[in-house]
């Protein structure tokens, strides 16, 4: 009786920790957005992810806000950028700081249509 409590105990103990690795954990945002802005990602996808124009010549930082990619796609695609884009490793930004990040994108509401924009329909 004892020993089997033990051995669950056991168990509890070896899988917790692997569980925790791959569940996603719900970043923070208000921290996200002060990393978003000292790692530099503002300098090419603007400060509200709204995209820019500063990326390297003849490129784009595109729109990231709203977010439509999952959280692991923007984590492989920072460690392992196709074009343009500088990498990210886990040394300049940790797994979590990229939770964070994705935490903060996710605040940034959907722009207004045009037709609700009155400047833009004189
Ligand atoms: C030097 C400019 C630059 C910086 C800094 C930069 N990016 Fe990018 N990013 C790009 C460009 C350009 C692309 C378009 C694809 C490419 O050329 O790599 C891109 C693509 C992306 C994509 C894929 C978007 C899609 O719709 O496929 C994500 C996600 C992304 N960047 C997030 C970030 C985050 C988060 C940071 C900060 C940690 C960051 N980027 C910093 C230039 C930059």
Redesign the pocket.
């Known amino acids: 009786m004892n020993l089997s409590i033990m051995s669950l105990l056991a168990l509890t103990f070896l899988v917790l920790p692997l569980a925790g690795q791959s569940a996603a954990k719900a970043g923070n945002a208000e921290s996200g957005k002060k990393?978003?802005a000292a790692?530099?990602?503002y300098?090419?996808?603007g400060l509200q992810g709204q995209g820019g124009s500063?990326?390297?010549v003849g490129?784009?930082?595109?729109r990231?806000a709203p977010v439509?990619?999952p959280v692991v796609?923007?984590r492989a695609?920072?460690r392992h950028?196709?074009?343009?884009?500088?990498p990210?490793t886990a040394k300049v930004?940790s797994d979590a700081q990229?939770d964070d990040?994705f935490a903060f994108l996710k605040t940034i509401p959907a722009a207004p249509p045009v037709k609700d924009i009155p400047l833009l329909n004189p």
């Open positions: 990393i978003y790692v530099g990602c300098q090419c996808h500063a990326a390297p490129s784009y930082g595109p990231l439509k990619l796609a923007i695609y920072l950028p196709s074009g343009n884009m500088p990210y930004l990229i990040i």
